[in-house]
Nanobody, 125 residues
Framework: QVQLVESGGGSVQDGGSLKLSCVAY???????MGWFRQAPGNKREGVAV???????FYADSVKGRFTISRDNAKNTLYLVMNSLKPDDTAVYYC????????????????????WGQGTQVTVSS
């Protein structure tokens, strides 16, 4: 059974930092992986994705503040979030699929086969 398990969420103040982790169980992830988030009343939006060759793509809203990385040996995906803002408050989900990321990443249409259950990130002002 394939399972993605996120951890590392929590509550921080404006300007704070958090590191999210996502461990993949039941599969060896060789393809594209990513982080998405969904705030109450909003649609889910892409945050960052990373390919098997470690090439990363970021949403404009997080560029320069967030860093996505992966440890293929540990089947683990990470998201380091710095300079957090109240607008970053959301449930953060990790995602994975077997194939590589597309050459051009469109966060509104990219599909993933597997999703985690989410971890809450709350940033207070």
């Amino acid at each position: 059974q394939v399972q993605l398990v996120e951890s590392g969420g929590g509550s921080v103040q404006d300007g704070g930092s958090l590191k999210l982790s996502c461990v993949a169980y039941g599969l060896t992830v060789t393809g594209c992986m990513g982080w998405f988030r969904q705030a109450p009343g909003n649609k889910r939006e892409g945050v960052a994705v990373i390919d098997s060759d470690l090439e990363a793509f970021y949403a404009d809203s997080v560029k320069g503040r967030f860093t996505i990385s992966r440890d293929n040996a540990k089947n683990t995906l990470y998201l380091v979030m710095n300079s957090l803002k109240p607008d970053d408050t959301a449930v953060y989900y990790c995602a994975a699929k077997w194939v590589r990321c597309p050459a051009t990443v469109d966060f509104s249409s990219i599909n993933f086969s597997y999703w985690g259950q989410g971890t809450q990130v709350t940033v207070s002002s």
